[in-house]
C-alpha cells in the first residue's frame, strides 16, 4: 500500500482567530525562557512548564547553567512562576505535561549539559501541579518524550514521542533518529520502538508529534535536522497501524521546517491543527495549519505570531485551542507566550 504524502493547497474557507494573549513567564531582564508544555487538567484549569534561567544570550546556548523547570497554574488567574525544578550547574531540557486517566499529572524533563547526555526524569503530582513528588529516574535507554505531549490511551497506556541523539552536531559524525516509547504501567515499565531515521541521512530528523488519523491511524509528524548541515529542511511523516509498535517508512512532506519545534492539535475525525514555523531558513514567523484528512494535505498556513518558536498546544474542553511558545521579548531574550485560537468547525 502508497502511504499519503501531504501536501498543501490553498482551498481556505474559514480562518483561525486569535482571541487571546499573554505572558506567563517573568519580565526579568537577563532572564531567556524557552520549550513550554501545556495542558488543561480540568475544565477551565490550565498548568504550563517551562525551562528558564538567568544570564544574557539563551538558554542551553550562551546560558549553560541554572537553566530549571518553572511553573505557573491558572485556576481564574495565574499563579506567580515558580521554579519546581532547579539545575545549579547545568540545564534542564524540555519539560513535558501529561496526564493520566486516573488525573494523576506527570512532568517529564531532561537535565544535562546537551542532549546527547542527559538523565530523564519523572515527577508525579495529584493536585493539578500545585505540589509535585521526589524525582524518579528513568531506565538507561528510554528517553522519554522530549519535545511534544505523549497520547494517553483510554486504558492508560503512554506513547511518548521521543528521538535520540548522538555525535556533536558540529563534528562529522552524528546522528539522530525518531522513538516511540510506551508505558501500560504509568510510566514505570517502558517499551522502547525504534528507530525511525532516514536511511540516506543518518542526522536526520527528531522530536515527533502524534495524532490519529481517519481512519483511526496513528501518525507522526517530524522535525528535519537538513538546515544544520547546509540541506532544505522539511517535515517527515510516518504512520502506524497498530498504536505505534510498528510504523511505516518515514515520507517527506511539503511542509518546510528550519530545524525548528513544531506541535499538533487532534480535533478528531481526521481534523488537525499544526503550529510551527512555515520556512526552510527562519524560526519566525509562528504559523498554524489546518488538515481536515488526517495529515494527507494542509490548508494554507496562517501567521499567528511574527515571532514565535517552540510551541505547545492543546484542544480545552471548551472548543478553543491553546498555545504557548517562546516568543522574543527584548534582543535575544525570550519569553514565554500565551495565546488562545478559535478554530471554525
Known sequence: MTEPKAGLNSD??????????EFLSHQIMN????????????PGQYCAVWKGGPGVGQSNKTIDRNVGVWMTVYDGVWSTPVEIVSAPDSICWNPILCQLPSKELLL??????????????IKRSNDDGRHWSKEEMLPAGIIGPTKNKPIVTSNGT?????????????????????WIEISEDGGRKWQ??????????PFGVI????????????????????????GIGYLWMSISRDGGHHWSEL?????????????VVDFGKGKIALIYNHSHTDRYP??????????????????????GEFPSAVLAKDGLVHITYAAKADGEQRRIKHMVVQVPN
Open 158 to 178: 503512554i506513547i511518548c514521542p521521543s528521538s535520540r541523539e548522538v555525535g556533536n552536531p558540529l563534528a562529522d559524525h552524528k546522528a539522530t533518529s525518531c
Open 12 to 21: 481556505f474557507t474559514a480562518v483561525p482567530k486569535v482571541v487571546k494573549e
Open 108 to 121: 517529564f524533563y531532561r537535565v544535562g549539559s546537551d542532549p546527547r547526555s542527559c538523565l530523564s526524569f
Open 207 to 230: 522530536e515527533p508529534a502524534l495524532f490519529y488519523d481517519r481512519e483511526g491511524c496513528l501518525r507522526m509528524l517530524c522535525r528535519d535536522r537538513a538546515n544544520r548541515i547546509g
Open 251 to 263: 515520507q517527506k512532506t511539503e511542509l518546510p521546517n528550519p530545524d525548528s519545534g513544531i506541535d
Open 286 to 307: 509562528l504559523n498554524l495549519a489546518i488538515s481536515e484528512d488526517g495529515g494527507d494535505h494542509w490548508l494554507d498556513p496562517i501567521v499567528i505570531a511574527e515571532t
Open 31 to 42: 532572564f531567556d525562557c524557552h520549550s513550554s508544555s501545556f495542558i488543561e487538567t480540568s
Open 192 to 201: 522502547g520502538i525504534g528507530p525511525l531515521a532516514l536511511p540516506d541521512r
